[in-house]
């Protein structure tokens, strides 16, 4: 079964945003903080410590379902598969995340989602995030 | 960005409430950071009008580097200092440099007067001056606290700089507070933004770019590998720089009780030891760093008769503790806390405000000063009454509060004592190493322990030559302003090396500058020195407080026909630059 991104740690987060940087860097082909599948922000300032917002990896995914145009495609193990060139940037996938982890991009329209391919986990300097199990849950 | 052949500008006018961005090709040649903002401040600055005057503009910039690279996590803010009447800058982190990185600006400029008290709100396509009347008055906590509550854009990618009562009073070492914890600091910037009614700032970075070149993700993870790998990198993690704190003491270089001792008889408990001990809560760091140098502490304050506590965050570094610690004869940790909280929220430099109460203090034990002027009593050690006496600095309560708000050396020559008046060129950084730090700070370009480090030198086992001290300053003034022109964080620098540097630039699609970077700083020093002198600035003037003469630190009593030598000698390279 594939593996799944998860937040295993957040309470080490030091809120360098490496990870972010990463995912755009790497799956985005982008230098950005938007354009990453996963978003770091602070609880309420910066006494309050962090949060990520990621997909996490639903099955059925309601996005995929929401989809007009099977550009989100259910991925086995949870979670969607992007097929870009099917997409409409219609939105739908973002008003469906029940965890708002869908972003629309601004600059481009499409959506902006983890998909959970692991490869932000390297650039995490505190093991904050991991891919786990699908069946892991925190 | 500078790769796609120019810097875009954000050119704001507060009386006005509008903006214009520009693209500026011809730029491109000044780098960024301290190099841009010298540039911009030649373009738009008002070198002989005061330095609150509606028009002097405040000038934030970044680097061609800033967001591409670990640790490039810096934003410079060039300005007219109220403080010293001369050009100055001055640096934070925080996540102020991604912002406005990824809200495509390199530089912002902002000038006018607001005519009642705005905050803005900035971004790669948006611009709002927004009523502030109801912000007016609130420490920097709430401030920003307010501002989140009521802007929803950019959570997790903006940046929130703002002032306090201190700034608002335009006191002349009233600090920015940058995303909590972080601040541009030194030289009142904070009371030019109180000048021009701007309370706050937001910045929120929600572009992208394409990569730049193909080798730029494995420099990058090059980079990465090196910088968490590093053990000169864990040491800024790990206590953080409080680990300056006993190795200063022992070297009998930590100024204490106003410089009239260099050894804290109480420093273990107020050293980073101590605070990792006891005290801290996590580390946090700047947007793209994983570092993680920021250290909170949490301070626990009972305000009941029962088990009844307040519990509050605050950073702690080594200046803020010399400055709220060992320089006003205050311990444990737990106090300094106390009064490191009052600076954040007051907005306050807390460097500044620590030496200048320390003067005071010793002022008041000389019966220069008394209660009617204090209103507090100041002692060695009274944290209480020195936090009441930093809200009395920041509300300008009174007119000796008013004078010391103006700088130690402004009160000093109204009410005498300008012999321990620890200032150089502003007042002093944590360090009382030795006669080229004193020099270095003085003559420094921002007055500042990160110009050159001259701390560095006294602790050689035998002091260098006047020529080698100068050698020795004049090149690491060049190799940091080159850093900080990328805006790379100077605790990088040994992590980008000339070399390593010449690669990210090619990596950026910057090439054209790897090879004459040398050449690039020299002339970028001359022309940020020759704005400074043309904004007043000279350098055979300055001179050195006699309690500098005095001291002991760990090569014995200091040499003061040396450090005369070294001043005289340093002014006139500067002047001759």
């Not at chain 1, 809120?15 to 860097?25: D, T």
């Not at chain 2, 704190?245 to 109480?266: H, K, W, Y």
Request: neutral net charge.
């Amino acid at each position: 079964m594939p593996k799944i991104l998860r937040a295993v740690a957040m309470e080490r987060c030091i809120g360098c945003y490496s990870c972010m940087l990463g995912c755009a860097r790497q799956v985005h082909d982008s230098l950005s903080m938007i354009r990453s599948g996963i978003q770091v922000r602070s609880l309420g300032g910066l006494t309050a410590g962090f949060e990520a917002r990621y997909c996490l990896a639903c099955s059925p995914a309601p996005c995929a379902e929401a989809c007009p145009t099977q550009a989100f495609e259910q991925r086995p193990g949870g979670g969607i598969r992007y097929k870009e060139a099917r997409c409409l940037r219609c939105g739908r996938c973002a008003q469906a995340c029940p965890v708002d982890a869908v972003i629309m991009d601004r600059e481009t329209g499409r959506p902006v989602v983890c998909l959970h391919c692991g490869r932000c986990v390297a650039f995490c300097p505190h093991d904050c995030i991991a891919m786990v199990d699908s069946h892991h849950h925190v | 960005m500078l790769n796609q052949g120019y810097a875009r500008i954000m050119e704001i006018n507060l009386h006005t409430r509008k903006c214009a961005v520009l693209e500026r090709e011809d730029l491109v040649e000044k780098l960024g950071g301290s190099g841009l903002a010298a540039a911009l401040y030649r373009e738009y600055g008002l070198p002989g009008e005061d330095a609150l005057a509606e028009d002097q503009p405040l000038i934030l910039t970044i680097g061609p580097l800033t967001g591409l690279f670990p640790l490039m996590s810096k934003a410079v803010l060039g300005f007219k200092s109220p403080y010293s009447g001369h050009y100055a800058e001055t640096h934070a982190g925080g996540r102020l440099a991604l912002a406005l990185r990824y809200a495509k600006l390199d530089a912002v400029i902002i000038r006018g007067q607001a005519s009642h008290p705005v905050y803005l709100v900035l971004g790669d396509r948006d611009f709002a001056c927004k009523d502030a009347r109801h912000l007016w008055g609130m420490d920097t906590t709430m401030t920003a606290r307010t501002i989140r509550n009521s802007e929803p854009s950019g959570r997790g990618r903006r940046s929130i700089l703002r002032i306090g009562q201190a700034g608002e009073n335009q006191v002349r070492y009233a600090c920015i507070n940058v995303d909590t914890f972080r601040h541009f600091g030194r030289l009142g910037a904070g009371a030019v933004m109180g000048a021009k009614r701007l309370k706050a700032l937001m910045v929120v970075g929600d572009g992208s770019f394409p990569l730049p070149g193909a080798d730029y993700q494995k420099l990058y993870r090059d980079i990465y590998r090196q910088v968490t790998a590093s053990s000169a990198m864990k040491k800024y993690h790990d206590l953080g720089t409080p680990v300056n704190v006993l190795n200063l003491n022992g070297l009998q270089s930590l100024p204490t009780r106003n410089l009239q001792s260099t050894r804290f008889e109480a420093a273990e408990k107020i050293s980073g030891e101590y605070f990792a001990e006891k005290l801290l809560l996590r580390q946090i760091a700047c947007s793209g760093c994983p570092v993680g140098c920021i250290h909170i502490g949490l301070l626990r304050e009972k305000f009941g008769e029962e088990h009844e506590y307040a519990y509050k965050q605050v950073s702690y570094d080594h200046e803020p503790i010399f400055a709220a610690g060992s320089m006003l004869g205050v311990s444990p940790g737990e106090e300094v806390m106390v009064l490191l909280e009052q600076a954040e929220k007051c907005g306050l430099d807390i460097i500044s405000c620590g030496v200048a109460l320390a003067w005071a203090t010793e002022a008041s034990q000389e019966g220069l000063i008394g209660i009617n002027e204090t209103l507090v009593p100041l002692s060695f050690g009274s944290t209480e009454n020195y936090r009441q006496a930093m809200g009395h600095i920041s509300s300008r309560s009174n007119e000796f509060y008013h004078l010391l708000g103006e700088g130690t050396l402004v009160a000093a020559n109204q009410y005498g004592g300008t012999d321990y008046a620890c200032v150089l060129g502003q007042e002093m950084a944590g360090y009382a190493t030795g006669p080229v730090f004193f020099v270095s700070q003085a003559l420094g370009f921002r007055s500042s322990h990160l110009d050159t480090a001259g701390y560095q030198l006294d602790q050689e086992k035998e002091l260098p030559t006047v020529e080698q001290a100068l050698e020795y300053l004049v090149n690491e003034e060049k190799q940091r302003l080159l850093l900080t022109s990328m805006v790379a964080c100077l605790f990088a620098r040994n992590i980008y090396t000339r070399e390593i540097l010449s690669s990210a630039l090619e990596s950026a699609g910057l090439s054209r500058f790897s090879g004459d970077l040398e050449e690039r700083a020299a002339a970028l020093c001359r022309e940020r020195w020759q704005l400074k002198k043309d904004t007043g600035f000279e350098p055979s003037q300055v001179t050195l407080p006699r309690r500098f003469y005095q001291v002991t630190t760990l090569n014995g009593p200091l040499p003061g026909p040396y450090m005369d030598k070294l001043l005289q000698e340093y002014a006139r390279l500067i002047e001759e630059m």
